[in-house]
Nanobody, 124 residues
Framework: QVLLAESGGGLVQAGGSLRLSCGTSGHSVSGYRMGWFRQAPGRVRQFVATINPSGSATYYADFVKGRFTISRDNAKDTVYLQMNSLKSEDTAVYYC?????????????????WGQGTQVTVSS
């Protein structure tokens, strides 16, 4: 079983940075596609970024391109989301997800495993 846990969220001022981490216990995720999604209050869960198992391919939502970077360290079984130039509209609960499929993985229903989420709040 794949168990995911996000960390690194918090309160930051607009223009600041945060790095989220997604670790796993149980089954390794080194062979999994990993995604980051976010959900703001009253809104649907939204695709943020995806990375393939080797880390050679990444995909981003248009609204985070140039600001966020997804990466992974398979030796540590950890995926990261570096978030720079944060805006108030980035405020949301951020979730990591895993599955065995290929491609951009922009839809949440493509993923089999989810973490509990970490809150990111950006003050303006």
């Amino acid at each position: 079983q794949v168990l995911l846990a996000e960390s690194g969220g918090g309160l930051v001022q607009a223009g600041g940075s945060l790095r989220l981490s997604c670790g796993t216990s149980g089954h390794s995720v080194s062979g999994y596609r990993m995604g980051w999604f976010r959900q703001a209050p009253g809104r649907v869960r939204q695709f943020v970024a995806t990375i393939n198992p080797s880390g050679s391919a990444t995909y981003y939502a248009d609204f985070v391109k140039g600001r966020f970077t997804i990466s992974r360290d398979n030796a540590k079984d950890t995926v990261y989301l570096q978030m720079n130039s944060l805006k108030s509209e980035d405020t949301a609960v951020y979730y990591c997800a895993a599955d065995r499929d290929y491609g951009p993985g922009r839809r949440s229903n493509e993923y089999d495993y989810w973490g509990q989420g970490t809150q990111v709040t950006v003050s303006s």
